[in-house]
């Protein structure tokens, strides 16, 4: 997403922290109103598909070197359980996850979403066993995963609620499982987030994650920019971070 389109009020960040203004209410109305396809997933990059080929294939790259730097994660064949978390119409579940995972659930609260992800499901190389209808700040997984993949949807939750999300997920994770995010990262010139009124989010700067991942018990075990979008573009950007419990 572009990052001109954001505003910020220096004076009101001082006093009120930007998570403090997400509305959960206002956030699924925003994507009730946004068509239930790949391209209404992406806004306006969404009439760009060379966007979604480079974000899936560099999804694919960075999962292949984080998994090389574990010694104990699976290196040959696919994972068995993986997650798509604010999985939207099935995108990445489609495009990316189900290469790598032999069966997926999905995590999306916007019930239209959900319903467009499960018709894309026989197109799929992988089985999809549950797809839950719900937030990631009321999600407790009740299985174990090999992979849980949360990608563009964090900014939806308060900081508290992200921290608490980030604990329940690393006690979900199998023995050799792993936690990616795949976030845009705040730009702004005084190191703040930034809120965004249009779908009432937030957008987090690397340190502030990072701080999440730290309290949360997570141990970063690598991350990296995703590359390959024009810079012409303007747009945030986008990191992925590989993260493993403490030990």
């Not at 004076?11 to 699924?28: F, K, L, T």
């Not at 604990?167 to 845009?184: F, S, Y």
């Not at 937030?202 to 920019?225: C, H, M, P, W």
């Amino acid at each position: 997403m572009s990052f001109d389109q954001y505003t910020t009020d220096s004076d009101n960040q001082a006093e009120v922290p930007p998570d403090s203004y997400i509305d959960h209410a206002a956030s699924i109305k925003y994507w009730n109103g946004v068509p239930a396809t790949s391209g209404g997933m992406l806004g306006m990059l969404g009439d760009y598909p060379w966007y979604s080929r480079i974000d899936l294939r560099g999804s694919r790259t960075f999962l292949a070197k984080a998994h090389r730097l574990v010694p104990s994660c699976k290196k040959e064949g696919k994972l068995h359980r993986g997650v798509d978390c604010g999985a939207g119409v099935g995108r990445i579940t489609e495009g990316f996850l189900g290469q790598v995972c032999e069966v997926m659930d999905a995590v999306e609260p916007v019930e239209k979403f959900a319903r467009a992800l499960k018709e894309r499901v026989p197109k799929m190389e992988c089985a999809v066993e549950d797809v839950y209808i719900v937030g990631l700040e009321g999600w407790v997984p009740e299985k174990k995963y090999d992979l849980i993949w949360i990608q563009f949807c964090v900014g939806h939750l308060t900081d508290v609620q992200l921290r608490e999300c980030f604990v329940r997920c690393k006690n979900a994770l199998t023995e050799t499982g792993m936690l990616v995010i795949k976030e845009n990262n705040s730009t702004d010139v005084d190191g703040e987030d930034i809120y965004d009124e249009l779908d009432s989010s937030v957008t987090r700067t690397d340190a502030k994650l990072r701080q999440l991942f730290n309290e949360a018990g997570l141990n970063l075990i690598t991350s990296e920019i995703q590359a390959g979008f024009p810079k012409s573009f303007n747009l945030f950007p986008v990191k992925m971070y590989a993260l493993r419990p403490k030990t």
